[in-house]
């Protein structure tokens, strides 16, 4: 597995890194804890030294198998955790105070059953915590030795500054893909000037990008697609055009759609490192191979015309999450 480094911060990761919500949170049920950690354990094999995990993906169980599946490697890979909601439960709102940052600090350290988080994240933005507050208390817990390094996520461009100004930020975690494309416009720019690294989660567009989803498709209720209205059969129906353009691509690399959607992302920057996530070793197989796909420049630009001419439908969340994006 190649490795890259989140921007000028020295971080070190496996190209392809290993989300791990799906595992116990957003996409059905939990799987099996003894297979979860078969499963994050396969990862490391194979390369994978980049494993996200969050108190709110449990709340709380995420942290746990992630952190006794990697005890045996700890020193060897590198762990992103989160803060930002009350008692770890997102429908339960937004909290970056500077106490609640440090109780999950100490409640991560704990479940993670380790002495320092690599790389700690505020989940989302919260309007009622200065940017600077949030910075100030991350930065404490770094010189306290708690944390390595600060990450935002879903933060937009004025937040971004103003954290970066108080405490280095090493990166930004938010959603980018073919099906996603919003961060091109300031995002990565913002990102290249200030030397702070990119982790788009959803790298496969939640699913859609790999083209095993159709409008038939009927998610269960406790999978938060169920709600999406991006992933409501005429919506579905109407992308359709943008899974047959990466599945053209696959065609002609003898890749799969998941393996090009995660080149093309790997080469808009060298410091972007995706993390797909999944429950199925072979799948999981299949995503670590998108490192080995080599998109050329002619590939480039023509995905890039393609992509121009297709305009995606439908919200990436719902009316209800809305709120939670406060950017």
């Given at each position: 597995m190649q490795k890259r480094i989140l921007g000028r911060s020295g971080l070190e990761v496996s190209a392809i890194g290993l989300g791990c919500m799906?595992?116990?949170?957003?996409?059905?049920?939990?799987?099996?804890?003894?297979?979860?950690?078969?499963?994050?354990?396969?990862?490391?094999?194979?390369?994978?030294?980049?494993?996200?995990?969050?108190?709110?993906?449990?709340?709380?169980?995420?942290?746990?198998?992630?952190?006794e599946a990697l005890e045996p490697v700890r020193d060897q890979i590198v762990i992103a955790t989160k803060f930002g909601f009350t008692n770890g439960v997102p429908?339960?709102?937004?909290?970056?105070?500077?106490?609640?940052?440090?109780?999950?600090?100490?409640?991560?350290?704990?479940?993670?059953?380790?002495?320092?988080?690599?790389?700690?994240?505020?989940?989302?933005?919260?309007?009622?915590?200065?940017?600077?507050?949030?910075?100030?208390?991350?930065?404490?817990?770094?010189?306290?030795?708690?944390?390595?390094?600060?990450?935002?996520?879903e933060a937009g461009p004025e937040s971004i500054r103003r954290t970066h100004a108080v405490q280095p930020v090493t990166a930004l975690q938010s959603e980018y893909s073919m099906f996603w494309r919003e961060p091109e416009a300031e995002i990565l720019p913002l990102l290249e000037e200030l030397g702070i690294g990119f982790v788009p989660f959803a790298p496969l567009g939640k699913g859609f990008l790999t083209g095993k989803l159709d409008p038939k498709t009927v998610f269960t209720k406790d999978d938060f697609r169920s709600t999406v209205p991006r992933f409501q059969a005429d919506a579905m129906a109407a992308n359709q055009a943008?899974?047959?353009?990466?599945?053209?691509?696959?065609?002609?690399?003898?890749?799969?759609?998941?393996?090009?959607?995660?080149?093309?992302?790997?080469?808009?920057?060298?410091?972007i490192v995706p993390i797909p996530g999944t429950t199925k070793l072979h799948r999981l197989e299949e995503n670590l191979g998108g490192a080995d796909v080599v998109l050329t420049s002619e590939d480039l630009t023509r995905i890039q015309q393609a992509l121009g001419t297709i305009e995606v439908q439908g919200d990436r969340y719902p009316a209800s999450h809305q709120r939670l994006i406060n950017r």
């Open positions: 799906g595992l116990s949170f957003g996409y059905g049920p939990a799987i099996d804890r003894s297979k979860a950690i078969k499963l994050i354990r396969a990862a490391y094999e194979r390369g994978v030294t980049f494993f996200d995990t969050a108190e709110a993906y449990g709340p709380g169980v995420n942290e746990e198998v992630v952190g429908a339960e709102g937004l909290d970056s105070r500077p106490e609640r940052i440090r109780q999950v600090a100490d409640e991560a350290l704990r479940r993670l059953g380790t002495d320092r988080i690599d790389l700690f994240y505020q989940h989302r933005v919260d309007p009622d915590v200065p940017m600077e507050d949030v910075a100030g208390t991350v930065k404490e817990l770094i010189q306290a030795g708690k944390v390595a390094h600060f990450g935002l996520s943008l899974v047959d353009l990466v599945g053209t691509v696959a065609a002609e690399k003898g890749a799969t759609p998941a393996q090009v959607a995660l080149a093309w992302l790997l080469a808009q920057r060298p410091w």
